[in-house]
């Protein structure tokens, strides 16, 4: 009997053996998983989770793929999501508890209605509760950390513990969470403010995001970070000459040089091709270093960087 086969036994939520992950990303590329597993709640994934273990099988925890490039040969491992499952959300006065499978958009709407502030400029920033916190997602000067009280997560396995702001470590697009724990859910803590205040902070956020992103293309939003609070690494590429570059399917966009975007039939190599010339061509021009944003499954280091060792 393989491991799938006895995994297909245990789980009671539901497993896909060879789910093109391409089905789960918004940049709609990605060769299939071992397994796509969405568990039915905390027991069932402690039982996964230690299966794993035992087994020496890898395991990936996604969201909803937003910010994601999965490699066209895919992931010999699991992939495991809260995504569709744990989804329970909580307000309770100020206080919001939501569990990782969550999508972000729907709290920050709940938020708005409650008039509870510090989260209205995230409208529009795509994934789900877990995907913001391991990336501490951010736009118009809001960050998913910044009223967050504590986090649940599950080890490998199966314990789960409680993770307070104290013992962690946010920046920009960083947190310190390890990827080899699962987050299960959040709670936070927002201050009440004026409904005119939330909403032009939102609606800023909306139109700005609109003005200045190529929305109607599939993407993983930013490529690169910001090299400096001054320094936008789409101004790095545009000034490269870089803007429009194409290889296969996949563009430079024409409105954004931060998002590579994909036209259709694009595939990772092509995405990891643009990658490598933007980092090659913007050290060459102004000697700064690109860091990739955008979290990467299944590529070697030197295909995404000219300069690997
Ligand atoms: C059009 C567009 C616009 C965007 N705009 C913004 C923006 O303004 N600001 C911004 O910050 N981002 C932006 N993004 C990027 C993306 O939306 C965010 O990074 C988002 O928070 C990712 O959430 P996700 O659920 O899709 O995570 P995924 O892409 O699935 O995963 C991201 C990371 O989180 C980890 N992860 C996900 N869930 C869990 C979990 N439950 N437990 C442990 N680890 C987990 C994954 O392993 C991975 O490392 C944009 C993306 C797109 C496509």
């Known amino acids: 009997m393989t491991h799938i086969s006895k995994l297909r036994q245990l789980v009671k939520g539901t497993l896909l053996e060879n789910e093109p992950m391409s089905k789960h990303t918004s940049y709609g590329i990605g060769g299939p998983a071992l397994a796509y597993i969405i568990p039915k709640d905390r027991d069932d994934l402690a039982k996964i989770l230690r299966f794993a273990k035992k087994n020496e099988i890898p395991v990936h925890f996604v969201g909803s793929g937003s910010n994601l490039l999965v490699n066209d040969q895919g992931i010999d491992g699991l992939v495991i999501t809260p995504a569709k499952a744990l989804r329970i959300l909580t307000f309770k006065g100020n206080c919001i508890e939501a569990e990782s499978g969550v ?63 104290e013992n962690l470590d946010f920046g920009y697009r960083y947190s310190s969470l390890n990827p080899d724990e699962f987050i ?69 966009s024409t409105k954004h040089s931060n998002f590579f975007v994909n036209h259709g039939s694009a595939k990772a190599t092509d995405i990891a091709k643009l990658i490598f010339l933007a980092r090659k061509t913007v050290y060459e021009k102004y000697g700064v270093m690109l860091e990739l944003e955008v979290k990467t499954i299944g590529f070697c280091q030197s295909e995404l960087d000219p300069y690997a060792a």
């Open 184 to 252: 299960l859910l959040a709670r936070f803590e927002l201050p009440k403010t004026s409904s005119e205040i939330i909403q032009g902070k939102r609606i800023k956020a909306s139109q700005g995001r609109k003005k200045s992103q190529p929305l109607r293309f599939r993407s993983s939003g930013s490529i690169f970070k910001n090299p400096g609070a001054n320094l936008a690494a789409g101004y790095l590429i545009d000034q490269a000459g870089l803007k429009g570059a194409c290889i296969g399917d996949a563009e430079i």
């Open 103 to 165: 999508m972000l958009g729907k709290i920050v709407k709940e938020s708005i209605k409650r008039n509870l502030s510090g989260l209205e400029s995230l409208i529009g920033v795509p994934g789900t509760l877990g995907g913001a916190l391991m990336m501490n997602a951010g736009a118009f000067g809001d960050e998913i950390s910044n009223y967050l009280k504590s986090i649940d997560i599950m080890k490998l396995t199966g314990r789960i513990y409680t993770l307070s702001p």
